[in-house]
């Protein structure tokens, strides 16, 4: 089992930052790779970035150029950097952590980017 616990999102205004961090515990072994999905109302899920535990990174090309995927090893965390935030980046973030094809997914934090 892997627990994931977000943090960090919030109320912003459009053109701001907001720093989401994600720390997981339990069965880290083979965990890869790590990332964020946000969910908008209506919307389906979506992904919006992923790293994995070498360091390499996808971004969903709506956000590439705007946020920053991260992750310390060590400290089983991955951050996500969000800058030049928008109210269509409006949306509940979810953390997510791949092993062996099974997603886990933390509860969920709630970003809200006013115009």
């Known amino acids: 089992q892997v627990q994931l616990v977000e943090s960090g999102g919030g109320l912003v205004q459009a053109g701001g930052s907001l720093r989401l961090s994600c720390r997981a515990s339990g069965s880290m072994f083979s965990i890869n790779p790590m990332g964020w999905y946000r969910q908008a109302p209506g919307n389906q899920r979506e992904l919006v970035a992923t790293?994995?535990?070498?360091?390499?990174?996808n971004y969903a090309d709506s956000v590439k150029g705007r946020f920053t995927i991260s992750r310390d090893n060590s400290k089983n965390t991955v951050v996500l950097q969000m800058n030049s935030l928008k109210p269509e980046d409006t949306a509940v973030y979810y953390c997510n952590a791949e092993k062996y094809a099974f997603y886990y997914w933390g509860k969920g934090i709630l970003v809200n980017v006013s115009s």
């Open positions: 790293i994995t535990s070498g360091g390499s990174t």
